[in-house]
Structure formats: C-alpha cells, structure tokens
C-alpha cells in the first residue's frame, strides 16, 4: 500500500487548480466561446473548492447559451442540444444554485428538467447521437437525482419514474463479469462502469431503495479491483479512465461502508495519477500534453480523494444527500 503525504496533496491540489486559472480563455464563457464538457468539468472544481461565491458569473454565463428547447450545445456557440452536456451543465447549475440562490438560474434548470423529461424514450433510455445510450441515460438518472435533492422534491413522483425506468435500461445491459461493456465506445467496460455506478446505481439505492442496486454495485467493484494494473493504473494507463474508476470507487465503497477494504486500491490509483501528471495538468495519457478537460478531472480526483481520506461522507458531494 501506498502512502500519500497531507502536505503533497494540498500543494498539488493548490498548483492545479492555479493551472486552471491560468488556461481560463480556454474553459470560461466570460473569455468567449466554449467546449461546454470542457467547462462542466471545470465548474466541478469551482464548486468542490468552495469558489462558487466569489464566481457566481461563471454559472450565470451558462444561462445565456442554454437552446430555446432547453438544452446545451457541446459548442456554445451552436444550437445542436447534446443531451450529455445538458444534464451536466444542468446539474452544475443546480449545485451552483444551492448557494448563489438565482432566480434566473432556478428557471434555465426548471426548463433543463421538462426538457429531459420530455425526452425519454419508451424503453426508459435517453440518446445522444454522440454517446453510448448507456453513458446518456446514467448522466440524466444522476441529473434527476440532483434536481430533486437541490430542489426538496426528492417525493416528486414523475421525476421518480423517469429515473427508475432509466435505472432498469442500464441493469439489464450488465455483464456477467459485473461491468457494463459497450462495443462501440468503451469496450473493456472501465469507464461506462464508473459512470453507471455513481451516477445510476448509488442513486437507485439512495433515492429509489431498490435494493439490489447494491449487490449489482458490488460486483461491479469486485471487477473494477480486479481490472486495475500492478502500477495502480486502469485501460492501458488511460489517465480518464483510472480518474473515472478511483472516483466512483470512493463513493461505492463510502456509501456500501466497505472503505477498509477499497482504500488500498484506491490509493494506488491516485498515487499513480500523481506520480505521472505533467509538472501541471495531466493529459490522455503518460507523457501527453497537458490538456483542461482532463486537468480538470484530475483535479477533481484529488479534491474528491482528500476528502474520502478525512472520512466526510462522499455522497453530500454527489448530492445524494444535501
């Protein structure tokens, strides 16, 4: 097991998210024109790092390029609505709401929800010609999931349905090795898994106490463990997907109160990110250039990583609890 010093990870933690500020005309609508999975994933840090206060515009500014339906564009400046970048946009916006209170914000995420609503399909998924429907439909179940906690309509019976039917699409597409394999996008099931499990699953046994969602959580993680590297890495020392699979397992083994025996493997994997990051930022890969999307995931890995370590419930930060 390996070992990560308080000290190190406040320093990096500090030097990373300075790195973002530095590349901000590359992520902040106040700049111009934006890769909006870019800036979902930034806002992520901002709200983690307890910023959203003193960067209220950064959220108002996403209010100004929602499409007349209600959606995001990946691209701000286009009016093609990706259902992925809306639900992620829509929930930042919820988050960022808790605090900074908008009445403007609250009706662009009111739209959001009918809007997501409106475009389920009758076998309980939701699609984006871009993505897998496995990775769209768990980013609108963990959508749902955020309105209603951020909202107190967690009784609000239509939205209820929504995520349950979407939770019973995904269970019926996993593996008997317990991961969740699309062919198309992410055949070795890393990623996809990570993204069912925290956003669909732990929702489904938080929200909807379907209790089987648990065992199917579980043997998910027994298959993730077993998947990762000797060096702590995952997917051929992808840096998106070891990011994707530490986080998910900090909430799966907090939520499932199995931490003693997840830490270690944990632990591994963020030692590993940090070890091989760029003197700032990360990128794809080792030795890649540094890239903002995935800085921004690393980031968030940290932040996320630093509070499982001093024990503070993982949930709150996913808004499965306030």
């Not at 097991?1 to 406040?10: A, G």
């Not at 209010?63 to 007349?68: D, L, M, R």
């Not at 509070?307 to 503070?312: C, L, Q």
Request: glycine share 6%; aromatic share 10%; with cysteine.
């Amino acid at each position: 097991m390996t070992t990560i010093d308080k000290d190190e990870l406040d320093s990096l933690i500090q030097s990373e998210w300075n790195y973002l500020e530095s590349e901000k005309g590359g992520w902040s609508l106040l700049e111009g024109k934006q890769d909006l999975e870019v800036l979902e994933h930034v806002l992520r840090c901002i709200l983690h790092l307890d910023l959203t206060e003193e960067r209220p515009r950064e959220f108002k500014e996403c209010v100004k390029v929602q499409n007349p339906d209600g959606g995001w564009s990946k691209e701000s400046h286009t009016d093609k609505t990706s259902m992925w970048i809306t639900t992620f946009v829509g929930l930042k916006l919820c988050r960022g709401n808790l605090i900074l209170k908008d009445p403007e914000i609250q009706a662009t995420v009111d739209k959001t929800l009918e809007y997501v609503l409106s475009m389920q399909e009758e076998d309980g998924h939701w699609a984006d010609p871009e993505w897998s429907h496995l990775d769209t439909t768990c980013s609108v179940t963990c959508f749902l999931t955020i309105y209603q906690v951020t909202q107190d309509k967690t009784d609000d019976e239509r939205i209820n349905k929504a995520r349950i039917r979407g939770f019973e699409f995904i269970a019926k597409w996993q593996r008997d090795s317990g991961l969740w394999k699309d062919e198309t996008f992410h055949p070795a099931g890393i990623e996809t898994t990570a993204h069912l499990m925290q956003y669909t699953l732990v929702p489904a046994y938080f929200m909807d106490k379907i209790d089987y969602a648990g065992k199917m959580c579980m043997d998910a993680a027994e298959s993730m463990v077993a998947a990762q590297a000797e060096n702590g890495s995952w997917d051929d020392e992808n840096t998106d997907h070891t990011m994707d699979a530490c986080r998910n397992l900090m909430l799966v083994s907090d939520t499932f109160k199995t931490k003693k025996k997840y830490a270690p493997v944990i632990e591994k994997g963020v030692r590993w990110l940090m070890d091989i990051k760029n003197k700032q930022g990360w990128g794809d890969f080792p030795q890649e250039p540094s890239n903002i999307e995935r800085s921004a995931d690393g980031l968030d890995t940290l932040l996320k990583f630093r509070r499982y370590d001093k024990g503070e419930p993982m949930s709150h930060f996913w808004a499965f609890s306030k």
